[in-house]
């Protein structure tokens, strides 16, 4: 069965540190892929996704992701965090052979410390 | 362009209730998706329509149920409420087969 884990429930990085949100996904082929953000009681934002090509893609807000197929993962980095950036953050994907369905993380909140 | 908006944001109902959730999709977009994101349970994927027919529902009763208007708007209807229905009900637009969906606020439903 098609899942997604994110091992980090809760994370805390202090303001203008580095960030890496960790996703890994267990899936027959190649799926799409996408992180979403989501700030109290507010719904969903796509920060980036990834369908095919490079493998390294940018996305709003200053985030990038990695999708590495020999690790099943598509980690979520951003160089240096702001205050603004705490919220919940939630990997997914969805298959190719369209279902309609995302598949979504548990989610990992992120903290930031000022 | 508006994004996916919902309505209404919060409401409240009584156990074995019928509550009705309005979802209106992006100007331009086919498809709309509903999920469940339940306290402790996460994101569940509900229901999809596209071009005003049901495309693929998840593992909900059959008292979960939903239509597409032909300006592609959606309605979701929750039969015989529960206490377990109180969740945040997220609608979703896309412009059609394998496109990135777009969600709106949600509809924070309680169920007393």
């Known amino acids: 069965a098609q899942s997604v884990t994110q091992p980090d429930i809760h994370i805390t990085v202090s303001e203008g540190a580095s960030l890496e949100l960790r996703c890994n996904y267990s899936y027959g082929a190649t799926p799409y892929l996408f992180w979403y953000v989501q700030s109290p009681g507010q719904g969903l934002q796509l920060l980036l996704k990834?369908?095919?090509?490079?493998?390294l893609v940018q996305g709003i807000k200053g985030f990038e992701a990695e999708f590495k197929r020999s690790q099943s993962s598509f980690n979520l980095r951003k160089p240096s965090v702001h205050w603004s950036d705490a919220a919940e953050y939630f990997c997914a994907v969805a298959s190719p052979v369209d279902t309609g369905k995302l598949i979504f993380g548990q989610g990992t909140t992120l903290q930031v410390k000022p | 362009e508006a994004g996916v908006t919902q309505s209404p944001t919060h409401l409240i109902k009584t156990r074995g209730q019928q509550a009705t959730l309005r979802c209106s999709p992006i100007s331009g977009h086919t498809s709309v998706y509903w999920y469940q994101q339940a306290l402790g349970l996460g994101l569940q994927f509900l229901l999809w329509?596209?071009?005003?027919?049901?495309?693929n529902r998840g593992n909900f009763p059959p008292r979960f149920s939903g239509r597409q208007f032909p300006n592609y708007s959606s309605e979701l209807n929750v039969n015989a409420l529960e206490l377990e229905d109180s969740a945040l009900y997220l609608c979703?637009?896309?412009?059609?087969?394998?496109?990135?969906?777009?969600f709106g606020p949600g509809t924070r439903l309680l169920v007393l």
């Open positions: 329509y596209d071009e005003g027919e049901e495309r």
């Open positions: 979703a637009s896309s412009r059609g087969l394998q496109e990135t969906q777009y």
């Open positions: 990834y369908f095919s090509g490079d493998t």
